[in-house]
């Protein structure tokens, strides 16, 4: 890229010829500088020169092409956009500086007093205050359903409804919402609808291409993959993030910083490889643990024992790296169950190379009432593991070893 006229991910990226997912990760969105570097550049820097009056004049007025500012345009970030973008099959994408970043913007963006929003219950908690507690301080009122109820979403459809917003597995429960089924409420209401596709991952389902308009990301999760940045990503057509993400972005400034976007643009690079070994791993011990003694329940999205197994089935390639299991005794073994674990770290982090695991109840879904933790199938006995890559032998003496303590 010369210093005058600097290129656009489309132009220096990987060859015309259509490439398969793997390579895309290794090579999408590359744009080399003049030193021609192998491993994507690293351009910490907050703004940029240009040669002449003329030049600035002509860049600000988009004549030109290059970049201005880093709280809306910067190189490292343009390329993690852009392999993020070719990863989910979207026309556009924008990186912010958190997932929850991209939540509140996705969903601010697309709204205005008046408005109203439909969204499932089972929501990571800060979300579920964006949308309960954010959201109506400024006249957007808000809705909140069974999202596994095709019925509930109907019935909360009303005049001014704009936008609809699930994830899906939920966090903690792997619950499963019908993609495509929500998309046609939501269009045929004149509404558009938001997917937070954090436990699925942009590997094992594309919320896009089942009728969502919107896609967003905590990469801080598997896109990093080893707990190190935080960050988020907002994908859609080019139409979308032109009409209700860019400019909010741009004039109030949640931008990620290039050298975050550099972390997550090299763990792109590894995510299938990752993904798959601790999705093995997941599935093995979701087997293992299910039916053991003190084991209520096992969730797992593949499991043929998961409420909505068909549905996982049918929107999803594969499980995830992500498993939930009750255990009959409450609170107390929870407690006692994790306390035993040396390898499986206690943490309210998911995605990480290290298997993670925490009690809902008290953490991530504390600020809940009780009433609604129930209501919500977040048991006292609820724990979730996010499975990491430590030798799947290992997790099993480790989660054996807690066994042994109920
Ligand atoms: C489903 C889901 N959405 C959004 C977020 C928020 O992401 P971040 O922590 O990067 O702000 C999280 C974080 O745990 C999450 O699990």
């Keep these: 890229m010369s210093e005058k006229t600097p290129a656009s991910p489309s132009q220096t990226a990987a060859p015309a010829r259509k490439l398969r997912q793997a390579t895309r990760l290794v090579h999408g969105g590359t744009m080399r500088s003049q030193f021609g570097e192998t491993s994507e550049a690293l351009f910490l820097t907050q703004g940029y020169v240009y040669e002449s009056m003329e030049a600035a004049e002509a860049r600000f007025k988009g004549e030109l092409p290059g970049f201005l500012y880093s709280r809306f345009s910067n190189p490292t970030v343009a390329m993690f956009e852009q392999r993020m973008a070719l990863l989910e099959g979207a026309e556009s994408a924008r990186a912010t500086g958190s997932g929850m970043a991209a939540v509140t913007a996705a969903l601010m963006g697309q709204v205005k007093a008046g408005d109203h929003v439909v969204a499932a219950k089972a929501l990571f908690g800060s979300c ?6 954010l959201l ?10 069974d999202g596994t109820d095709l019925a509930q979403w109907r019935a909360a459809m009303r005049p001014t409804t704009k936008v609809l917003f699930l994830e899906s597995p939920t966090n903690p429960q792997l619950e499963i919402i019908d993609i495509a089924a929500v998309a046609k409420i939501a269009h045929a209401g004149g509404a558009m609808l938001t997917v937070d596709n954090v436990f699925a991952t942009p590997l ?12 967003v990301y905590s990469a801080t999760k598997h896109i990093d993959g080893q ?17 209700h993400v860019h400019n909010l972005l741009r004039q109030t400034g949640p931008a990620i910083s290039p050298f975050n976007a550099w972390v997550l643009l090299k763990g792109l690079e590894t995510l299938p490889v990752r993904v798959a070994q601790q999705m093995r791993s997941a599935a093995t011990l979701a087997d293992h643990l299910a039916g053991k003694r003190g084991v209520a329940r096992v969730l797992y999205p593949t499991r043929k024992d998961h409420p909505q197994h068909e549905l996982a089935m049918r929107q999803m390639s594969g499980g995830g790296t992500v498993l939930a299991l009750d255990l009959a005794g409450g609170k107390d073994a929870a407690f006692r169950f994790a306390n035993q674990l040396r390898v499986i770290k206690i943490s309210n982090n998911l995605g990480d190379a290290k298997s993670l695991i925490t009690h809902p109840a008290t953490t991530t879904h504390q600020r809940l009432s009780p009433a609604i933790r129930a209501e919500s199938g977040i048991g006292d006995g609820l724990l979730r593991l996010s499975v990491g890559l430590e030798d799947v032998a290992d997790l099993i003496d480790d989660l054996d070893a807690g066994l042994a303590a109920l």
């Design 227 to 243: 707990g190190r940045c935080l960050g988020g990503v907002i994908l859609a057509s080019e139409e979308f993030i032109q009409a």
């Design 128 to 133: 579920r205050y964006v949308v309960e507690e």
């Design 204 to 215: 094992l389902q594309s919320p896009l291409e089942m009728g969502a308009d919107c896609v």
């Design 136 to 145: 109506p301080r400024f006249g957007v009122e808000s809705t909140l359903v």
